[in-house]
């Protein structure tokens, strides 16, 4: 998991400042309601266990987890994604309320040998507050260079 550039971290240190802030001036009332549960296609500890390098073969993935969000150079790669969902926070003003998700964006980026074994395997998350876009791009960015640094890993 990488660090936080630091003006990502002091963005976000102001955002709950401002919020916090908000919510003490204006009389208002800060509220999180967890929001625990996955996405149906979100691997389980148990299935993340049993898959197993040189071992669980491109069919033992399909039959566990179904296609891939994303088949890249003719199903060398798979890539799976999805969004766990941790909370909503909010402050509530009278009639109003300003609300905003903490998300974890999720991926699981498998390369295949050419006898369709597992070469690696590697999870990926970064974690958000509402839509997310800035922590997409990030976790792209690192399958990006995850899939790069493959090259000549399996063949």
Request: hydrophobic share 45%; aromatic share 10%; proline share 5%.
């Amino acid at each position: 998991m990488s660090a936080l550039a630091p003006s990502a971290a002091i963005e976000r240190w102001f955002m709950r400042l401002a919020f916090l802030s908000v919510a003490i001036t204006t009389g208002g009332c800060p509220f999180i309601i967890p929001t625990p549960g996955l996405e149906a296609r979100a691997p389980t500890a148990e299935v993340m266990q049993t898959i197993k390098p040189h071992v669980t073969t491109r069919t033992d993935m399909l039959m566990m987890l179904g296609d891939p969000n994303f088949r890249l150079e003719d199903d060398r790669y798979f890539v799976y994604d999805w969004t766990d969902h941790k909370a909503v926070a909010g402050v509530g003003i009278g009639y109003l309320a300003y609300t905003v998700a903490l998300i974890d964006l999720r991926a699981l980026a498998i390369e295949f040998a050419p006898d369709g074994r597992v070469a690696r395997v590697k999870e990926f998350k970064k974690s958000a507050s509402g839509k997310g876009e800035q922590e997409e791009r990030e976790l792209w960015e690192d399958i990006r260079v995850w899939l790069k640094a493959a090259n000549g890993t399996a063949r």
